[in-house]
Protein backbone atom coordinates (compact mmCIF):
# COMPACT_ATOMS: atom_id res chain seq x y z
CA UNK A 1 0.00 0.00 0.00
CA UNK A 2 1.59 3.46 -1.30
CA UNK A 3 0.17 5.95 1.18
CA UNK A 4 0.58 10.35 0.49
CA UNK A 5 -0.20 11.62 3.56
CA UNK A 6 -2.15 15.12 2.80
CA UNK A 7 -1.94 18.15 5.53
CA UNK A 8 -3.50 21.35 4.39
CA UNK A 9 -2.50 24.33 6.07
CA UNK A 10 -3.45 28.20 6.42
CA UNK A 11 -1.31 30.50 8.87
CA UNK A 12 -0.35 27.49 10.99
CA UNK A 13 3.50 27.84 11.46
CA UNK A 14 3.65 26.29 14.79
CA UNK A 15 1.21 23.85 14.58
CA UNK A 16 1.98 22.19 11.04
CA UNK A 17 5.14 21.46 12.35
CA UNK A 18 3.71 19.23 15.13
CA UNK A 19 1.09 17.83 12.77
CA UNK A 20 4.45 16.79 10.47
CA UNK A 21 6.43 15.62 13.07
CA UNK A 22 3.61 12.93 13.90
CA UNK A 23 3.47 11.42 10.65
CA UNK A 24 7.35 11.34 10.90
CA UNK A 25 6.65 9.51 14.15
CA UNK A 26 4.64 6.72 12.54
CA UNK A 27 5.73 2.72 12.95
CA UNK A 28 4.99 2.37 9.54
CA UNK A 29 6.13 5.00 7.84
CA UNK A 30 3.94 6.85 5.03
CA UNK A 31 5.48 7.36 1.12
CA UNK A 32 5.43 10.97 0.63
CA UNK A 33 4.14 13.75 2.84
CA UNK A 34 2.10 16.82 0.88
CA UNK A 35 2.33 20.08 2.52
CA UNK A 36 -0.68 22.51 1.06
CA UNK A 37 -0.07 25.89 2.17
CA UNK A 38 -3.56 28.07 1.29
CA UNK A 39 -2.20 31.19 1.02
CA UNK A 40 -0.06 31.84 4.49
CA UNK A 41 1.39 34.90 5.94
CA UNK A 42 3.10 33.78 8.52
CA UNK A 43 6.31 32.07 6.80
CA UNK A 44 4.52 28.53 7.24
CA UNK A 45 5.96 27.12 4.00
CA UNK A 46 9.56 28.81 4.83
CA UNK A 47 9.37 27.07 8.26
CA UNK A 48 8.20 23.80 6.86
CA UNK A 49 10.99 23.79 4.06
CA UNK A 50 13.55 24.89 7.29
CA UNK A 51 12.35 22.14 9.63
CA UNK A 52 11.81 19.56 7.13
CA UNK A 53 14.05 19.90 3.75
CA UNK A 54 12.92 17.72 1.08
CA UNK A 55 11.44 15.03 3.18
CA UNK A 56 7.87 17.20 2.53
CA UNK A 57 6.67 18.38 -0.29
CA UNK A 58 4.83 21.62 -0.08
CA UNK A 59 3.22 23.40 -2.49
CA UNK A 60 1.76 27.02 -2.01
CA UNK A 61 -1.70 28.62 -3.65
CA UNK A 62 -3.60 31.41 -3.20
CA UNK A 63 -6.32 31.22 -0.49
CA UNK A 64 -8.97 29.55 -2.03
CA UNK A 65 -10.43 27.41 1.18
CA UNK A 66 -9.38 23.74 2.52
CA UNK A 67 -11.72 21.97 0.04
CA UNK A 68 -9.18 23.42 -2.80
CA UNK A 69 -6.44 22.67 -0.40
CA UNK A 70 -6.91 19.28 -0.04
CA UNK A 71 -8.00 18.88 -3.49
CA UNK A 72 -4.70 20.08 -4.41
CA UNK A 73 -2.88 17.61 -1.90
CA UNK A 74 -4.68 14.71 -3.89
CA UNK A 75 -3.80 15.66 -7.10
CA UNK A 76 -0.11 15.92 -6.18
CA UNK A 77 -0.36 12.63 -4.46
CA UNK A 78 1.52 9.62 -6.26
CA UNK A 79 0.33 7.25 -3.52
CA UNK A 80 -2.80 4.27 -4.39
CA UNK A 81 -3.97 6.09 -0.77
CA UNK A 82 -4.77 9.15 0.68
CA UNK A 83 -4.91 10.17 4.23
CA UNK A 84 -5.52 13.37 5.18
CA UNK A 85 -4.49 15.12 8.69
CA UNK A 86 -5.44 18.33 9.23
CA UNK A 87 -2.54 20.70 10.63
CA UNK A 88 -3.75 21.58 14.12
CA UNK A 89 -4.34 17.66 14.66
CA UNK A 90 -1.77 15.23 15.05
CA UNK A 91 -1.60 11.32 14.56
CA UNK A 92 -0.45 8.59 16.86
CA UNK A 93 2.03 6.60 16.32
CA UNK A 94 0.63 3.24 15.24
CA UNK A 95 -2.34 5.61 13.23
CA UNK A 96 -1.22 4.34 9.38
CA UNK A 97 -0.12 0.90 10.93
CA UNK A 98 -3.43 -0.25 12.71
CA UNK A 99 -5.17 1.24 9.30
CA UNK A 100 -3.03 -0.94 7.11
CA UNK A 101 -3.66 -3.93 9.14
CA UNK A 102 -7.39 -3.41 8.58
CA UNK A 103 -7.45 -2.62 5.15
CA UNK A 104 -5.63 -5.53 4.55
CA UNK A 105 -7.70 -8.09 6.92
CA UNK A 106 -10.95 -6.91 5.43
CA UNK A 107 -9.89 -7.35 1.19
CA UNK A 108 -10.32 -4.72 -1.85
CA UNK A 109 -13.89 -4.11 -1.02
CA UNK A 110 -13.08 -2.01 1.41
CA UNK A 111 -11.69 1.42 0.32
CA UNK A 112 -12.05 3.95 3.34
CA UNK A 113 -10.64 3.20 6.95
CA UNK A 114 -11.39 5.14 9.87
CA UNK A 115 -10.34 5.56 13.43
CA UNK A 116 -11.24 6.71 16.83
CA UNK A 117 -10.34 10.09 17.75
CA UNK A 118 -9.66 11.97 21.07
CA UNK A 119 -10.03 15.57 21.93
CA UNK A 120 -7.35 18.17 23.46
CA UNK A 121 -7.40 21.38 25.02
CA UNK A 122 -11.21 21.61 26.04
CA UNK A 123 -12.08 19.67 29.65
CA UNK A 124 -15.54 20.18 28.40
CA UNK A 125 -14.97 17.39 25.60
CA UNK A 126 -13.26 13.89 27.73
CA UNK A 127 -14.51 11.31 25.66
CA UNK A 128 -13.45 10.20 22.14
CA UNK A 129 -15.22 10.55 18.65
CA UNK A 130 -16.58 7.06 19.31
CA UNK A 131 -17.71 7.71 22.71
CA UNK A 132 -19.46 10.66 21.95
CA UNK A 133 -21.44 8.66 19.05
CA UNK A 134 -22.24 5.75 21.10
CA UNK A 135 -20.44 3.77 18.49
CA UNK A 136 -19.17 0.82 20.09
CA UNK A 137 -16.65 -2.11 19.23
CA UNK A 138 -15.97 -5.34 20.90
CA UNK A 139 -12.74 -5.91 18.47
CA UNK A 140 -9.82 -4.13 17.59
CA UNK A 141 -10.94 -3.75 13.72
CA UNK A 142 -14.02 -3.76 12.23
CA UNK A 143 -16.40 -2.91 9.31
CA UNK A 144 -19.24 -0.51 9.36
CA UNK A 145 -22.70 -1.32 7.83
CA UNK A 146 -24.72 1.53 6.04
CA UNK A 147 -21.85 4.43 6.52
CA UNK A 148 -24.47 7.24 4.90
CA UNK A 149 -27.17 6.22 7.83
CA UNK A 150 -24.39 7.70 10.18
CA UNK A 151 -23.76 10.42 7.94
CA UNK A 152 -27.69 11.44 7.38
CA UNK A 153 -28.21 11.12 11.62
CA UNK A 154 -25.29 13.87 12.00
CA UNK A 155 -23.45 10.86 14.36
CA UNK A 156 -20.73 9.52 12.34
CA UNK A 157 -17.52 7.92 13.75
CA UNK A 158 -14.98 9.13 11.13
CA UNK A 159 -13.38 12.55 10.57
CA UNK A 160 -11.29 13.64 8.25
CA UNK A 161 -8.14 13.55 9.82
CA UNK A 162 -9.12 9.91 10.69
CA UNK A 163 -9.27 9.11 7.41
CA UNK A 164 -7.56 6.64 4.83
CA UNK A 165 -9.07 6.67 1.71
CA UNK A 166 -8.55 5.28 -1.77
CA UNK A 167 -7.34 7.93 -4.20
CA UNK A 168 -8.76 6.70 -7.28
CA UNK A 169 -12.21 7.40 -4.91
CA UNK A 170 -11.51 10.57 -4.61
CA UNK A 171 -10.86 11.38 -7.80
CA UNK A 172 -14.16 9.88 -9.02
CA UNK A 173 -16.42 12.28 -6.79
CA UNK A 174 -14.26 14.98 -7.67
CA UNK A 175 -13.08 15.25 -3.97
CA UNK A 176 -13.75 17.80 -1.73
CA UNK A 177 -16.93 20.53 -2.98
CA UNK A 178 -14.96 23.55 -2.69
CA UNK A 179 -18.33 25.72 -3.46
CA UNK A 180 -19.02 24.55 0.40
CA UNK A 181 -18.04 27.17 2.68
CA UNK A 182 -19.50 24.69 5.67
CA UNK A 183 -20.18 20.73 5.76
CA UNK A 184 -17.98 19.47 2.54
CA UNK A 185 -16.57 16.87 4.55
CA UNK A 186 -19.71 15.36 5.61
CA UNK A 187 -20.76 15.65 1.75
CA UNK A 188 -17.82 14.15 0.85
CA UNK A 189 -18.62 11.25 3.95
CA UNK A 190 -21.85 10.52 2.18
CA UNK A 191 -20.30 10.10 -1.61
CA UNK A 192 -17.91 7.82 -0.37
CA UNK A 193 -20.29 5.66 1.16
CA UNK A 194 -21.92 4.97 -1.79
CA UNK A 195 -19.00 3.81 -3.78
CA UNK A 196 -17.06 1.78 -1.63
CA UNK A 197 -17.10 -0.09 2.31
CA UNK A 198 -15.96 1.39 4.90
CA UNK A 199 -13.92 -0.29 7.44
CA UNK A 200 -11.97 1.11 10.81
CA UNK A 201 -9.14 0.88 13.49
CA UNK A 202 -11.02 0.79 17.19
CA UNK A 203 -8.24 2.51 18.62
CA UNK A 204 -8.42 6.53 19.22
CA UNK A 205 -5.48 7.37 16.93
CA UNK A 206 -5.96 10.56 16.35
CA UNK A 207 -5.74 14.02 18.41
CA UNK A 208 -7.91 16.94 17.50
CA UNK A 209 -7.39 20.43 18.59
CA UNK A 210 -10.06 21.35 20.21
CA UNK A 211 -8.45 24.01 22.47
CA UNK A 212 -10.85 27.21 22.71
CA UNK A 213 -8.41 29.68 22.06
CA UNK A 214 -7.60 28.38 18.64
CA UNK A 215 -8.98 30.51 15.61
CA UNK A 216 -12.83 30.27 15.12
CA UNK A 217 -12.89 26.91 12.87
CA UNK A 218 -15.27 27.64 9.62
CA UNK A 219 -18.06 24.94 11.52
CA UNK A 220 -18.62 28.32 13.82
CA UNK A 221 -21.14 29.25 10.38
CA UNK A 222 -23.49 26.41 11.96
CA UNK A 223 -24.48 28.42 14.83
CA UNK A 224 -24.99 32.09 13.26
CA UNK A 225 -27.37 33.34 10.52
CA UNK A 226 -24.66 33.95 7.73
CA UNK A 227 -25.86 33.09 4.53
CA UNK A 228 -22.37 30.42 3.49
CA UNK A 229 -24.27 28.47 5.84
CA UNK A 230 -27.49 28.58 4.16
CA UNK A 231 -25.83 28.15 0.72
CA UNK A 232 -23.71 25.26 1.11
CA UNK A 233 -26.10 22.75 2.85
CA UNK A 234 -28.82 24.08 -0.14
CA UNK A 235 -25.73 23.04 -2.36
CA UNK A 236 -25.14 19.82 -0.56
CA UNK A 237 -29.21 18.93 0.06
CA UNK A 238 -29.65 19.92 -3.37
CA UNK A 239 -26.57 17.80 -4.95
CA UNK A 240 -27.59 14.57 -2.67
CA UNK A 241 -30.99 14.51 -4.14
CA UNK A 242 -29.98 14.32 -7.69
CA UNK A 243 -27.91 10.90 -6.67
CA UNK A 244 -28.98 7.88 -8.70
CA UNK A 245 -28.26 6.11 -5.17
CA UNK A 246 -30.46 8.46 -3.40
CA UNK A 247 -33.77 8.81 -5.63
CA UNK A 248 -36.52 6.52 -5.04
CA UNK A 249 -35.00 5.34 -1.76
CA UNK A 250 -35.68 5.99 1.68
CA UNK A 251 -32.58 8.48 1.91
CA UNK A 252 -35.08 11.02 -0.31
CA UNK A 253 -37.51 12.03 1.69
CA UNK A 254 -35.91 12.90 4.76
CA UNK A 255 -33.16 14.83 2.66
CA UNK A 256 -36.07 16.71 0.78
CA UNK A 257 -37.52 17.36 4.32
CA UNK A 258 -34.70 18.76 5.15
CA UNK A 259 -34.33 20.94 2.30
CA UNK A 260 -37.55 22.73 2.71
CA UNK A 261 -37.00 23.51 6.76
CA UNK A 262 -33.32 24.70 5.90
CA UNK A 263 -35.31 27.07 3.10
CA UNK A 264 -37.16 28.39 6.34
CA UNK A 265 -34.41 29.12 8.34
CA UNK A 266 -33.16 31.17 5.62
CA UNK A 267 -36.05 32.98 4.98
CA UNK A 268 -36.40 33.78 8.75
CA UNK A 269 -32.72 34.86 9.03
CA UNK A 270 -33.01 36.88 6.01
CA UNK A 271 -36.43 38.52 7.66
CA UNK A 272 -34.56 39.08 11.04
CA UNK A 273 -31.80 41.36 8.71
CA UNK A 274 -34.74 43.04 6.50
CA UNK A 275 -33.46 41.35 3.46
CA UNK A 276 -36.97 41.41 2.09
CA UNK A 277 -35.67 40.76 -1.67
CA UNK A 278 -33.81 37.43 -0.73
CA UNK A 279 -36.02 36.50 1.99
CA UNK A 280 -39.05 36.60 -1.12
CA UNK A 281 -36.67 34.49 -3.96
CA UNK A 282 -36.03 31.57 -0.72
CA UNK A 283 -40.07 31.61 -0.53
CA UNK A 284 -40.01 30.92 -4.19
CA UNK A 285 -38.29 28.00 -3.29
CA UNK A 286 -40.46 26.92 -1.01
CA UNK A 287 -43.21 27.21 -3.51
CA UNK A 288 -41.76 25.44 -6.11
CA UNK A 289 -41.32 22.51 -3.00
CA UNK A 290 -45.07 22.46 -2.86
CA UNK A 291 -45.79 24.77 0.04
CA UNK A 292 -48.42 27.67 -0.82
CA UNK A 293 -47.87 31.05 0.57
CA UNK A 294 -50.39 31.40 3.30
CA UNK A 295 -48.48 27.78 4.75
CA UNK A 296 -45.22 29.78 4.45
CA UNK A 297 -46.61 32.42 6.83
CA UNK A 298 -47.89 30.19 9.43
CA UNK A 299 -44.95 28.11 9.57
CA UNK A 300 -42.50 31.16 9.99
CA UNK A 301 -45.01 32.60 12.47
CA UNK A 302 -44.93 29.20 14.35
CA UNK A 303 -41.30 28.95 14.57
CA UNK A 304 -41.16 32.65 16.21
CA UNK A 305 -43.78 31.64 18.40
CA UNK A 306 -41.62 28.45 19.16
CA UNK A 307 -38.26 30.68 19.59
CA UNK A 308 -39.82 32.75 21.69
CA UNK A 309 -41.37 30.73 24.25
CA UNK A 310 -37.83 28.68 23.95
CA UNK A 311 -35.94 31.93 25.32
CA UNK A 312 -38.72 32.69 27.96
CA UNK A 313 -38.11 29.40 29.05
CA UNK A 314 -34.58 30.06 29.43
CA UNK A 315 -34.76 33.09 31.29
CA UNK A 316 -37.03 31.70 33.35
CA UNK A 317 -34.82 29.20 34.67
CA UNK A 318 -31.93 31.41 34.98
CA UNK A 319 -33.42 33.41 37.65
CA UNK A 320 -35.56 30.25 38.92
CA UNK A 321 -38.47 31.16 38.00
CA UNK A 322 -41.35 28.44 37.96
CA UNK A 323 -44.28 28.74 35.55
Not at 233 to 248: C, D, T
Not at 262 to 287: E, I, N, T
Request: charged share 25%; with cysteine.
Amino acid sequence: MKISAVIPTYNRRTHVVRAIESVLAQTMPVDEIIVVDDGSTDGTSDEVRTCFGSSVSIFTQANSGVSAARNRGIREARGEWVAFLDSDDVWLPKKIERQVQAVTSFGDGFGVCFTDNLHDGDPDMPRSRFQEVAFESASAFGTLAEPAKYTMAGIQPFQTSSLLTKRSLLEELGGFDEAMAVGEDTDLFFRLSFKTNFCFAAEPLVRMDRAPSRPVPLSHYFATRDDRKYNSLERRFAKWLEMPEVIGTKYEPPIREWLRLLYYSSVAAKLHDLRLGPALRRMARLRALGDSYPSIVLMLLSRKIQKVRHRANDSSRSVGWEL
